[in-house]
Structures are given as C-alpha cells and as structure tokens.
C-alpha cells in the first residue's frame, strides 16, 4: 500500500493572508536512486606569473547543491489502493493532475497587482505611476524538497522532463508516466529575495539543514578516531 511508508514531496508555498498555503506534491512512489550533487565554489587564490601568490584555498561564496531522481507515477495503482476521492480523480484523468502539479512548479507566479483584477484595471486605462526602480514582472513560486526530517530544503527545479508512455483509451489521458527531476538547492543569498514569511522560513530550512550536516559530520569523528588508530606511530 502507498500509504503505509514515509514520502518524499515537494511542496509548493503559496502567498495568502495571513499565512503562506502549501501545496504538497507527495511522491506516489519514491525514488529508488537519487544522485546528489555537490559543486565546489569559485576559488579566489591566483597564482599568475609576476603577482604575489594568493591562498590557493581562499574561495568565493559557498557550494552549490543539487538533486536530481526519477518519479514513477501510474494511475491504476491509484485506483487500487488510492481513497474515494484519489481513485475516482485517477479513473477521470489518469496521472495527469500530479503532472500538472509538477509543471506548475516551473511557472511564474502572478505578479501584484496581476491576475484578473490587474487585466480589468488595464482594460479600463487605470494604471499607476511608473515605479522608479525596476520590479520583476514575475517570480517563481517557493519550492521546499522534503525527503525526510533530515532534508527540508528550499529549491529551484532546474530541468523537469516527462515520458508518457501509457494513456486510456477514451480520453488520453496519461495512466503510466515518468519524470526525470533536477534541482538547485538554494542558499542564503538566493533567498534574501523571497519576501515576508516565506523568506524566513526558508532561511530556517537552511539553517537547520546545516546545523544537521554540521551534527553529522561531528559524530563520524568516532569513525575517523576508531579507523585510523592502527596507523598511528604511537
């Protein structure tokens, strides 16, 4: 049974008052390969003929992380095992609603002042001053991978590619698919520019996963100190 072992899931965080609403993209099923990717930052050391030498150590910024896994999906396992509501959702549109769910992570949200309200007031010639710095016309909207207490982090969905490969025989729909997933976890400085609540959050998502790798990283000294005790001349 799907619901009967813990889930991966990217939630999605959308703006409202007074509190950010989520919406949860469970995996249907996990992954069972994950490939972790961890690129070094820029160093900042040079060593250039006729300049005095620089700390070949030194760096510029912090190390950028990534994920990238495949998500299994198939509607008829849904119908299965899935509640009133899931299966009768799969029989109507196969595994299409967590595909669009999916592809909805990729776009822009509304900017303010947007949406219909804004169409209507430019309809009608109500329009503002310009503003005399520049606003983004849009931004993507607030991501967190969850993959257990020990991940929570705030991302950016990097390359997002879907294989259909089964589909019901009256409308279409897709029953069987996959979904190749790459994402960019961010940083602190990345996300300074998500204002209100969110922001904060996702600065504490960041904080605590640190702290944990940090934690982590402390107890395999045990390891270290147990393995390397043979080779030591004294």
Do not use: C
């Amino acid at each position: 049974m799907a619901g009967q072992y813990l889930r991966g899931a990217l939630v999605e965080f959308m703006e409202s008052f007074p509190l950010p609403v989520p919406n949860v993209i469970l995996f249907q099923y996990n992954p069972e390969t994950m490939t972790h990717t961890w690129t070094p930052a820029k160093s900042g050391g040079s060593n250039v003929p006729g300049q005095s030498p620089s700390n070949p150590l030194a760096i510029t910024g912090q190390p950028e992380e990534s994920f990238s896994f495949n998500l299994f999906m198939d509607s008829n396992d849904t119908i299965a095992d899935g509640s009133a509501v899931t299966a009768g959702l799969a029989e109507l549109s196969g595994v299409y609603p967590r595909l669009a769910a999916l592809e909805m992570l990729l776009f822009p949200t509304a900017p303010p002042g947007g949406g219909l309200v804004g169409s209507v007031s430019s309809a009608l010639g109500i329009t503002s001053a310009p503003s005399p710095t520049y606003v983004p016309a849009a931004q993507l909207p607030t991501v967190f991978f969850v993959w257990g207490p020990g991940r929570i982090a705030p991302v950016r969905i990097t390359a997002l590619t879907i294989t259909e490969k089964l589909y019901d025989g009256t409308l279409l729909n897709p029953i069987h698919a996959e979904a190749q997933v790459s994402l960019k976890v961010l940083t602190q400085a990345d996300v300074q520019w998500i204002q209100g609540a969110l922001g904060t959050v996702a600065s504490a998502a960041i904080t605590y996963m640190n702290g944990l790798r940090e934690a982590l990283a402390i107890a395999n000294l045990a390891n270290s100190v147990e393995s390397i005790a043979g080779m030591l001349p004294v």
